[in-house]
């Protein structure tokens, strides 16, 4: 059996999750060296970017981008190369895990690349690109800036972490995916 290419750990939520679910990942991405927000609410998506120990989020950007309330909010994922924290509720409240690689393992690693909805720059502001889709006007506001160059040759990507293992007969699967970053990146 090959060893596992990636560590899993349980993150400790506290109070502050429910009362200010910003403030809290501010902090786990400050530790974890995280970068980018995709969440998901009852009303919306919601992208993000942490900077300068902030969170800048979609909302107010992208028109059907809910603000980030711990009411609505169903899921976060916080990522970058160093890894991925995902926050999700259950019928216990708020649970989280972290995905890192483990060094030296690339071998069970696959990259993938999969291109973002979009094929119109309508704005950019607050390192924020509103995206436009096709006739059915579909938007929503990445946390970087595309250039109308780059969304021509579909360079904006999110790209996904596979991580491959094998079970007791040597049989070969996906384990476990995480984010790992949004493509181009300044």
């Known amino acids: 059996?090959?060893?596992?290419?990636?560590?899993?750990?349980?993150?400790?939520?506290?109070?502050?999750?429910?009362?200010?679910?910003?403030?809290?990942?501010?902090?786990?991405?400050?530790?974890y060296n995280l970068r980018y927000l995709l969440a998901h609410a009852d009303d919306g998506v919601i992208w993000g970017r942490?900077?300068?120990?902030?969170?800048?989020?979609?909302h107010g950007i992208a028109p059907a981008s809910p603000p980030l309330h711990p009411s609505t909010l169903q899921q976060a994922r916080l990522f970058s190369p160093a890894g991925e924290l995902l926050l999700w509720r259950d019928d216990n409240g708020w649970r989280a895990r972290l995905v890192?690689?483990?060094?030296?393992?690339?071998?069970?690693?696959?990259d993938e690349d999969q291109i973002l909805w979009g094929d119109t720059v309508e704005a950019t502001m607050n390192g924020f690109t509103l995206l436009r889709e096709g006739s059915q006007g579909m938007r929503h506001a990445v946390p970087i800036v595309v250039t109308r160059e780059q969304l021509r040759h579909h360079q904006l990507r999110l790209r996904v972490r596979h991580y491959i293992t094998e079970n007791e007969d040597g049989e070969a699967s996906i384990t476990l995916s995480r984010l790992v970053q949004l493509l181009p990146e300044a």
């Open 100 to 110: 890192a690689d483990v060094p030296g393992n690339d071998d069970d690693i696959i």
């Open 1 to 31: 059996m090959t060893k596992i290419p990636y560590q899993l750990t349980g993150i400790p939520v506290n109070d502050e999750c429910n009362t200010d679910p910003a403030a809290w990942m501010v902090k786990q991405a400050q530790h």
């Open 50 to 58: 942490i900077d300068n120990s902030a969170l800048h989020t979609s």
